[in-house]
T-cell receptor, first 114, second 117 residues
Framework: ELKVEQNPLFLSMQEGKNYTIYCNYSTTSDRLYWYRQDPGKSLESLFVLLSNGAVKQEGRLMASLDTKARLSTLHITAAVHDLSATYFCAVDILSNFGNEKLTFGTGTRLTIIP | KAGVTQTPRYLIKTRGQQVTLSCSPISGHRSVSWYQQTPGQGLQFLFEYFSETQRNKGNFPGRFSGRQFSNSRSEMNVSTLELGDSALYLC????????????????FGPGTRLTVL
């Protein structure tokens, strides 16, 4: 059974600082996703990582994937208050049918302190 | 292009009742997946439908069921509600295909918040 572990679970950061969220998964996967969720809201897709060594950046967020280590990271650069949210990584495995179920990490609740 | 829509957005039921939630996928998307989110268990996969067929199912009791219509709209039903069924139920839709890649990215709806009293 695929397991996805995220750490840390909670993260308080000062504005302007850098930090990294880690996502480890237990079996070979075809795709890794990062989502953002604001309180009481749905999931907003941030990144889709499809291959080993993939790196994607959007604003102050950068995600990378190392399929050999089964590790993805979400790096936050010069954090600002608007980035306060819960971040989830999710992994799925492609089947002959196409889509498989997403297995989510526990989430990292990020709070940016002014 | 309209996103995934879910109705109702909020629902309050009592134990023992049943509930039906609805999801309309993004136009052209044929795969619909359902997830349950609770503070204790996090985000858990319920089931996935494609072309009116359930292709994948998570580890939930038989009280949880779903279906998909020919227009790709999907419903999920929970019978004999329990307090532990209180959750945010999220629906996600995606394109289909065996080529994988970003084409199969799932887009989530706003969710239905179910409270069981």
């Amino acid at each position: 059974e695929l397991k996805v572990e995220q750490n840390p679970l909670f993260l308080s950061m000062q504005e302007g600082k850098n930090y990294t969220i880690y996502c480890n998964y237990s079996t070979t996967s075809d795709r890794l996703y990062w989502y953002r969720q604001d309180p009481g809201k749905s999931l907003e897709s941030l990144f889709v990582l499809l291959s080993n060594g993939a790196v994607k950046q959007e604003g102050r967020l950068m995600a990378s994937l190392d399929t050999k280590a089964r590790l993805s990271t979400l790096h936050i650069t010069a954090a600002v208050h608007d980035l306060s949210a819960t971040y989830f990584c999710a992994v799925d495995i492609l089947s002959n049918f196409g889509n498989e179920k997403l297995t989510f990490g526990t989430g990292t609740r990020l709070t940016i302190i002014p | 292009k309209a996103g995934v829509t879910q109705t109702p957005r909020y629902l309050i039921k009592t134990r023992g009742q049943q509930v039906t939630l609805s999801c309309s996928p993004i136009s052209g998307h044929r795969s619909v997946s359902w997830y349950q989110q609770t503070p204790g268990q996090g985000l858990q996969f319920l089931f996935e439908y494609f072309s009116e067929t359930q292709r994948n199912k998570g580890n939930f009791p038989g009280r949880f069921s779903g279906r998909q219509f020919s227009n790709s709209r999907s419903e999920m039903n929970v019978s004999t509600l329990e307090l532990g069924d209180s959750a945010l139920y999220l629906c996600a839709s995606s394109l289909w295909g065996t080529s994988g890649g970003a084409r199969n990215e799932q887009f989530f709806g706003p969710g239905t918040r179910l409270t069981v009293l």
